[in-house]
């Protein structure tokens, strides 16, 4: 029953997805949908709870999939600056990916509607992030990193390793999305993050391991 059952739920989003890129989220309706994957109402409502739940997890779906593994991948380690110089290069390359920009796109245009903005964050920033503010927290515990509030430590690393690029890249303008730039700019923002947080009075802190050449190590 199962497959039978994850299979009905894929339907319903494809179906979904066609309606939403045709009529966009205002214009779009249930009953479209339920029209398009020859299903009842009802069946659509027992897998989701509305238009703009179904809106959501079509969005956050295929994305979170991904970005969760680069946020678990995150383990506590005495070269700080290398795991974040990874995490980095990773984050920014499926950030850069065509279906990470539309999902921003589309959570910029009909965020302010009935909610949905915030529902995409809680659902997927809030959720992301708070794994990375619960590793730089467990840091400043073991002393690598300045006792400070984590999330603010994780909002201040995200700014840094998306600064210009994701801007750049939502509006359509040029970037260089290479994995040798990607790696470059992620040494960089883990650089000037490092600077900032490093714990200075510890002789084996991340602030004090040298800058990286730029060639991210390979997980292990």
């Known amino acids: 029953m199962r497959v039978k059952t994850d299979a ?9 997805a066609e309606v939403f890129r045709e009529h966009g989220f205002a214009g779009a309706s249930v009953s479209a ?6 299903a009842s109402k009802a069946t659509l409502y027992r897998y989701f709870d509305s238009k703009e739940d179904l809106f959501v997890t079509l969005m956050l779906d295929a994305a979170l999939e991904h970005f969760e593994d680069i946020f678990g991948a995150l383990k506590p380690s005495e070269d700080l600056r290398r795991a974040l110089e990874r995490f980095g290069a990773a ?31 809680d659902r997927g920033a809030r959720v992301l992030w708070s794994t990375m503010a619960d590793f730089l927290g467990g840091e400043m515990a073991a002393g690598r ?6 999330w603010t430590a994780a909002m201040h690393l995200r700014g840094l390793l998306e600064a210009d690029l994701i801007n750049r890249a939502l509006i359509g303008a040029r970037i260089d999305d290479s994995a040798r730039s990607l790696k470059a700019h992620a040494v960089k923002a883990v650089d ?14 991340a602030s004090a391991t040298p800058p990286s050449t730029g060639k991210v190590a390979p997980t292990t």
């Open 8 to 16: 009905k739920r894929r339907a319903i989003l494809a179906a979904a």
């Open 33 to 38: 949908v339920c029209e398009r994957v020859g």
């Open 91 to 121: 984050f920014l390359e499926l950030g850069l990916s065509e279906g990470s920009l539309s999902l921003r796109r589309n959570a910029i245009a009909e965020g302010p509607r009935s909610g949905l903005g915030q529902e995409l964050y």
């Open 145 to 150: 990193l300045r006792p400070e509030d984590p």
């Open 192 to 205: 000037v993050f490092l600077r900032a947080y490093g714990q200075t009075s510890n002789d084996k802190s």
